[in-house]
């Protein structure tokens, strides 16, 4: 380190220091993963429009929701958007939705290519892939917004609910959603009301706090204001996303 880079360093506080130090590195470390990017690149987008605050791109991200369950959506031009995201890509948003066919962030947000960083899985629950598709995406791709995104009557959520109940475990690899569910499960079983609907609200709000207190390189964002996480809803009658959290 530079004499110079040592001395800025020393001016600030410990503890964004130390988050800035980590964010840094882990940032280096995770671009050496995906190639690296020219000075060019970082100074040269491939869509500009995606550079945004993270509140910035909330309201970007709700807005084309309102448009979607309008029935408003824009006409993309994908022709030139292959064109412009041949050489790479920064999203605007990143989205942790559930695998179930009937969600389509891409469709319920009217977004383009290279606008979403989309990682799917039944559930919605942010396994250590998961966790490390979000770090790329914040700490390479500079993506600002995270939405963890449950949607009502989730099948997921409803086949743990049922096999923790019955204490049946279900066939093959899916106990492994169960597991990962469960901890949401088990918390909204205190609550009262519907015990599908708490658990659906309760997973989203789980995955979120996980997310945003990830170590080294979420947790460092969140807290130096370059990232925020949210939580929300996606309901199948109306494709409406309602938000939960946010922080």
């Known amino acids: 380190m530079c004499d110079k880079c040592s001395e800025n360093l020393h001016q600030s506080h410990a503890p964004s220091r130390r988050s800035m130090m980590l964010f840094a590195a882990s940032a280096?470390?995770?671009?050496a993963f995906g190639g690296g990017a020219s000075a060019k690149e970082a100074k040269a987008p491939p869509k500009p429009q995606n550079v945004l605050s993270p509140d910035a791109s909330l309201?970007?991200?709700?807005?084309?929701?309102?448009?979607?369950?309008?029935?408003?959506?824009?006409?993309?031009?994908?022709t030139h958007e292959r064109e412009a995201l041949v050489g790479?890509?920064?999203p605007y948003a990143a989205v942790l939705s559930c695998a179930d066919s009937r969600i389509a962030p891409e469709y319920a947000f009217d977004s383009g290519r290279g606008d979403l960083f989309v990682c799917r899985v039944a559930g919605n629950f942010a396994g250590d892939e998961t966790v490390a598709s979000m770090e790329y995406a914040v700490a390479v791709l500079g993506t600002p917004l995270i939405l963890?995104?449950?949607?009502?009557?989730c099948g997921a959520v409803d086949a743990?609910?049922?096999?923790?109940?019955?204490?049946?475990?279900?066939?093959?690899?899916?106990?492994?959603?169960?597991?990962?569910?469960?901890?949401?499960v088990k918390?909204?079983?205190?609550?009262?009301?519907?015990a599908l609907d708490n658990a659906i609200r309760q997973n989203v709000l789980d995955n979120v706090a996980k997310l945003k207190s990830a170590a080294p390189i979420l947790n460092a964002a969140v807290e130096q204001g370059k990232l925020k996480v949210v939580g929300g809803i996606y309901r199948l009658s109306t494709g409406t996303v309602e938000l939960l959290a946010q922080g």
Do not use: C, W
């Open 148 to 153: 963890v995104l449950g949607h009502d009557n």
């Open 160 to 184: 743990t609910i049922k096999s923790l109940k019955d204490d049946k475990p279900l066939p093959g690899h899916i106990p492994t959603l169960v597991s990962a569910i469960a901890p949401a």
């Open 59 to 78: 309201k970007r991200l709700m807005e084309g929701n309102s448009r979607y369950v309008s029935g408003v959506s824009r006409r993309h031009d994908f």
């Open 88 to 90: 790479g890509q920064n």
């Open 187 to 194: 918390t909204a079983a205190q609550q009262s009301g519907n």
């Open 28 to 31: 280096l470390g995770v671009a």
